[in-house]
């Protein structure tokens, strides 16, 4: 299927490995023109190159901290217009909550919640004026179905769920969508984490502690990244305008409810 971006800007936030990259491939792939951000600035131009080679797209890499003003800027700065907006940061340290402290809840905040929601006010009322925008939020399966261990991640991304779900609706009538896309376990190095978590709480070795987390989702594995941006790349896509502040789970069917 066409998904009818070709030549349509595209930027990807936190894009040198992971989801954001595999977001940024699919998009690229596709025909858009990419930037892409991260703050190692020669981790992201190798990235930058690799895509390059791979689709033939324009891509071009921005070095900077989202979860940062002059991150932000920077982004903004190198495309100031986006069609499509990819918000995306690392993910905050796991833990009992009663030992994080103030910082660690602004930090939080800042990259999870507040960088988004900033990027979106830069951006979304160009793609209001042109009648085309896609936004996805990257978030995490957690919003529906949180974890204690992931306090900080739970409150942070359930703020900016609750703001783009009035948001996506007062921009809706002007082709402009607003989606989060929730991952559950997708195999990227942050999910390398919780497996190597996982084995050290059960004392058990990386290979079954991935072997009983995988078990324990209906599709019997962990996610691939580039499924992922697949998914990311069809919410982007012309035929997808229908489709507008939901919460896609990309997440095997482990979340067991029924809506
Ligand atoms: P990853 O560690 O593979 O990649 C993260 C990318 O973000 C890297 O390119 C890194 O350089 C960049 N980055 C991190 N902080 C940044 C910042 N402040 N500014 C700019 N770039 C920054 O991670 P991933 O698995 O692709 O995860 C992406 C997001 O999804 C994270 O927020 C993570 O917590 C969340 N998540 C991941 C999973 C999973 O299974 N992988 C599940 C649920 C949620």
Known sequence: MDLGLKGRKALVCAASKGMGRACAESLAREGCD???????????????????????????????????????????????????L?????????????????????????????????????????MTRRRFGRIVNITSSTVKQPFASLAL???????????????AREVARHNVTVNNLLPGSIDTERSEVFVTNHA?????????????????????????????????????????????GQNLLVDGGAYPGTF
């Open 34 to 84: 990419v930037w892409i951000t991260a703050r190692h600035a020669d981790l992201l131009e190798a990235t930058a190159a690799a895509i390059r080679k791979t689709t033939g797209a324009k891509v071009t890499a921005v070095p900077g901290d989202i979860a940062t003003e002059a991150g932000r800027q920077a982004a903004l700065a190198a495309c100031s217009d986006p069609d499509i």
């Open 86 to 126: 990819v918000n995306n940061a690392g993910g905050p340290p796991t833990g009992d909550f009663r030992k994080f402290s103030a910082a660690d809840w602004s930090a939080a905040l800042e990259a999870n919640m507040l960088a988004p929601i900033y990027l979106m006010k830069a951006t979304i009322d160009g």
């Open 153 to 167: 991640s739970n409150g942070a991304r359930s703020g900016l769920t609750g703001f783009v779900a009035g948001l």
């Open 200 to 244: 050290k709480a059960r004392g058990i070795s990386r290979e079954d502690a991935r072997a009983e987390l995988e078990k324990e989702i209906p599709a019997g594995r962990f996610g691939s990244a580039a499924e992922f941006g697949e998914a990311c790349a069809f919410l982007c896509s012309a035929q997808a305008g229908y489709i507008t």
